[in-house]
């Protein structure tokens, strides 16, 4: 079991530009999280997925970020027109169940870099 | 936010000392998780404490919660060099759904 995958681990990009994050969840979990890190803010909630569903989402900065789960391999957090205030560690999470009490798994993160 | 604000902490103590962090939430909660952070990984799940429990143990580790006081509590007892990370508390708004409120953090350092 290789965990959670998360590719790049360092992206680096001009403002402006648009910039990609991928997760592969662990095998068989139903439930997938993308939380954001940085030194100010901490870590904090962006949205989730739940057997592919986006279930919530409240975390989101509505007008360039946007997140896909396409298949239960992998999702997606693209991030439109990049600002430096979008620097940040993003980290994804899968969990075997969505509730609660279950233990979410996080991977490496994406370390992003907005020059 | 969740949490309150005298959570954002910083400890250095000798190997082999026993440490304890505590947390403060604002809004209920029927289970509180904490995570450990390494440098440059995830963080990743030590132990978790439901509402109708007052302690959990797992080794060296001990979680208390007072849902009357809205707080918890992560000690470890005979620190090791390795248990060097941030650790975090954290909420879940709905416990139908996992949508985790971290706190802000204690960053332990273990000097060997």
């Known amino acids: 079991n290789a965990g959670v995958i998360q590719t790049p681990r360092h992206k680096v990009t001009g403002k402006g530009q648009e910039a990609t994050l991928w997760c592969e969840p662990i095998?068989?979990?139903?439930?997938v999280f993308w939380y954001r890190q940085t030194i100010v803010q901490g870590l904090e909630f962006l949205t989730y997925f739940r057997n592919q569903a986006p279930i919530d989402d409240s975390g989101m900065p509505k007008e360039r970020f946007s997140a896909q789960m396409p298949n239960q391999s992998h999702s997606t957090l693209k991030i439109q027109s990049t600002q430096p205030q979008d620097s940040a560690v993003y980290l994804c999470a899968s969990s075997l169940d969505w509730g609660g009490y279950a233990e979410q798994f996080f991977g490496p993160g994406t370390r992003l870099t907005v020059l | 936010s969740q949490w309150g604000e005298e959570n954002l902490q910083a400890l250095s103590i000798q190997e082999g000392e026993d440490v304890t962090m505590n947390c403060s939430y604002k809004?209920?909660?029927?289970?509180v998780q904490w995570y450990r952070q390494k440098s440059g990984k995830g963080p990743a799940q030590l132990i978790l404490?439901?509402?109708?429990?007052r302690e959990k143990r797992s080794g060296r580790l001990r979680a208390t919660l007072d849902t009357s006081s809205q707080s918890s509590s992560l000690s470890i007892t005979g620190t090791l060099a390795t248990d060097t990370a941030v650790y975090f508390c954290?909420?879940?708004?709905?416990?139908?759904?996992?949508?985790?409120?971290f706190g802000q953090g204690t960053k332990l350092s273990i000097k060997p």
């Open positions: 954290a909420t879940v708004e709905n416990y139908n759904q996992g949508k985790l409120i």
């Open positions: 095998s068989g979990h139903s439930a």
């Open positions: 809004t209920y909660t029927t289970v």
């Open positions: 404490i439901r509402s109708n429990e």
